[in-house]
């Protein structure tokens, strides 16, 4: 990913503040962090899981694990960035991440279809509250996650012609809201 507007001690900070989070616990470092160009803020991130004992790994599509951080790791690193600074730009597979809303995709094969979300263990049951938990420490006030579904790729091709669906939604109210 690539991502600008944010220093490297403030890419350094994010990682600090995403490992904080209940779900991870430490176990995220970088495995590349290249500045890009001399002048701006721009750096090349690639993120990577310390062991598979804790959550954060994901798996390929052949079900074997893999070092390289998740998209619920990815994403808990997204909102820690927009955290530290509201302005930052991060880009992903040619196109902008929004930072509250994460789209899901195929990873797999036409046959052997397999999402984002599923090439984990953030969501197995012991994890899930954890990975909840995590995502409302990073968000803003009155501010929501939202992650969509897109079925572009997907095996049934009846479900590839439809827009993304709403998968899940994550809110944090105001302690002030009743």
């Known amino acids: 990913m690539i991502v600008k507007n944010l220093s490297e001690k403030q890419l350094r900070d994010a990682l600090e503040l995403t490992n904080k989070t209940p779900l991870l616990q430490g176990n995220l470092e970088f495995l590349k962090l290249e500045k890009l160009g001399l002048k701006k803020e721009k750096y090349r991130v690639r993120l990577k899981t310390k062991d598979y004992s804790k959550p954060g790994w994901k798996t390929g599509f052949t079900g074997r694990k893999t070092p390289h951080a998740c ?94 669906v709403k998968h899940l939604t994550i ?6 809201e009743e």
């Open 71 to 164: 998209f619920h790791s990815h994403g808990l690193f997204f909102l820690a960035c927009v955290k530290i600074n509201p302005d930052v730009k991060i880009f992903a597979g040619n196109s902008k991440i929004k930072p509250y809303t994460w789209l899901d995709r195929n990873i797999g094969g036409l046959i052997n279809s397999v999402f984002h979300s599923d090439s984990c263990i953030c969501k197995d049951d012991d994890n899930y509250s954890l990975f909840v938990e995590s995502v409302r420490l990073l968000l803003p006030e009155n501010e929501k996650l939202e992650v969509w579904r897109d079925y572009t790729g997907y095996f049934d091709l009846s479900l590839q012609k439809r827009k993304p």
């Open 171 to 176: 809110e944090k109210k105001s302690i002030f």
